[in-house]
């Protein structure tokens, strides 16, 4: 599913938010998120009703790697990236080091609109990780001086979020159900 701006990644809201849930877009009984993204971040959210999927896709210590677009307030330098290549200190923990790189993606407008500053420069960087804590690369990019305006999953493992408008899902192909498991069960270690 290409989770919308603004929606909550669960199915109900226990906490009366008042925030759109996944059941608005995604009318499949029985099935769970693998993850969360935050309802401020957009994209890929892979759901299944199959536990053990769940558990090898989530757990960090299986280190699949996530693909993530971060439009951040500044100009990269090279520094900065370094930092992030290297693992960066949030939280007195030491994230695992990050492949970064600068891009130029297009990608749909955003409702509300990311605010703009015509005094600072924004820039796209893809950022693969092979950990996923709470709000990691907001942290990641903030702690290198370039807060994260934008944030969009375009990736888990191979899975990609081509082709889905954000709100829309569809299910997985049987050579990605093919791929998927062969990951799962064959991980590989990209650090």
């Given at each position: 599913m290409n989770k919308p701006y603004g929606v909550v990644s669960q199915f109900s809201d226990r906490e009366n938010t008042g925030r759109p849930t996944l059941k608005s877009f995604v009318p499949v009984p029985d099935v769970y998120p693998v993850g969360r993204l935050d309802h401020d971040s957009e994209g890929l959210l892979v759901l299944t009703d199959n536990g053990w999927l769940q558990h090898r896709l989530a757990n960090p210590n299986f280190e699949h790697e996530k693909t993530y677009w971060a439009q951040v307030e500044g100009t990269p330098e090279r520094a900065a990236l370094e930092r992030l290549r290297s693992g960066v200190e949030i939280l007195r923990y030491r994230t695992r080091p990050a492949k970064v790189r600068e891009i130029h993606p297009e990608v749909p407008p955003r409702e509300p609109p990311v605010r703009s500053r015509k005094s600072i420069?924004?820039?796209?960087?893809?950022?693969?990780?092979?950990?996923?804590?709470?709000?990691?690369?907001?942290?990641?990019?903030?702690?290198?001086?370039l807060p994260t305006l934008r944030l969009i999953r375009v990736g888990v493992g191979e899975l990609s979020l081509a082709g889905l408008a954000p709100g829309e899902w569809r299910d997985l192909t049987p050579v990605e159900m093919a791929r998927l498991h062969h990951e799962l069960v064959h991980p590989k270690r990209p650090f």
């Open positions: 420069p924004t820039a796209w960087l893809e950022i693969k990780l092979t950990e996923g804590r709470n709000r990691q690369v907001r942290r990641m990019t903030a702690a290198v001086g």
